[in-house]
Structures are given as C-alpha cells and as structure tokens.
C-alpha cells in the first residue's frame, strides 16, 4: 500500500500531520512531505485517519 497526495489539492492544514506524524510534515514554507509513501501494517491506521481528516481530500490510499 502507499499513501498518494494530490499536491495541487493540498492546502496545508496539517491536520494529516497530527494523525500521521511518522508518515508526513508540513516543510517550513507549509507543504506537505510525505516522508513515508510506501506503508505497510503497522502505518494503515494513522494512514487511513490521515485520509479521513483531511479536509480537502488530497490524499488517499492506493
């Protein structure tokens, strides 16, 4: 499984980041990095919350 964001889509609320924080950041100019885009078992949950929170739908699971 990978998490994908939809970087145009993004708008930086970080709320991801709070749900997944080994997965992402939010860099110092507010952009999202994904520093984990390959996710295994142990990453589903925060991955799946970080999807579910995201309040413009920019990432999901593939």
């Known amino acids: 499984m990978r998490i994908v964001l939809?970087?145009?889509r993004c708008?930086?609320?970080g709320l991801c980041e709070e749900a997944a924080p080994r997965l992402m950041h939010l860099d110092d100019d507010?952009?999202?990095v994904?520093?984990?885009e390959e996710i295994g078992s142990a990453?589903?949950?925060p991955a799946?919350?970080?999807?579910r929170v995201c309040p413009v739908?920019?990432?999901r699971i593939a």
Do not use: I
Request: avoid cysteine; charged fraction near 25%; hydrophobic fraction near 40%.
């Open 6 to 8: 939809d970087r145009p």
């Open 43 to 45: 990453d589903a949950g």
């Open 34 to 36: 994904l520093d984990h």
């Open 11 to 13: 708008e930086g609320h």
């Open 57 to 59: 739908a920019a990432l």
């Open 48 to 51: 799946n919350a970080a999807v």
């Open 30 to 32: 507010g952009e999202l």
